[in-house]
Nanobody
Framework: QVQLTESGGGLVQAGGSLRLSCAAS????????IGWFRQAPGKEREFVAA???????WYADSVKGRFTISRDNAMNTAYLQMNSLKSEDTAIYYC?????????????????WGQGTQVTVSS
């Protein structure tokens, strides 16, 4: 059973930056793909970005050019660098894991989820 733990959330002013981390409890095929999703109050969970173990990446249009996803396979950790933050980026951010690099923007395809970390951007 893979456990995912997010960290790095907090309160930041618009235009600022945050880096989120997602630490996996073990290295396994179940974490070949790591995705970040977010959920704002009253809204559905939405895809943010995903990264494969080989370094392939995919981004939601809303964060392209502002967010960068990466991973350190040796540390079993993925990161989400968020720059030029906007008030609409305020949400709980979740990382998730799945074995395959396929339809990575679909939340239902992920097998493991972290507990989430709050990101609040003040305008």
């Amino acid at each position: 059973q893979v456990q995912l733990t997010e960290s790095g959330g907090g309160l930041v002013q618009a235009g600022g930056s945050l880096r989120l981390s997602c630490a996996a409890s073990e290295r396994s095929d179940s974490t070949n793909t790591i995705g970040w999703f977010r959920q704002a109050p009253g809204k559905e969970r939405e895809f943010v970005a995903a990264v494969s173990r080989r370094g392939n990446t995919w981004y939601a249009d809303s964060v392209k050019g502002r967010f960068t996803i990466s991973r350190d396979n040796a540390m079993n950790t993925a990161y989400l660098q968020m720059n030029s933050l906007k008030s609409e980026d305020t949400a709980i951010y979740y990382c998730a894991a799945r074995p395959l690099w396929d339809r990575v923007a679909v939340a239902g395809g992920y097998d493991y989820w972290g507990q989430g970390t709050q990101v609040t951007v003040s305008s």
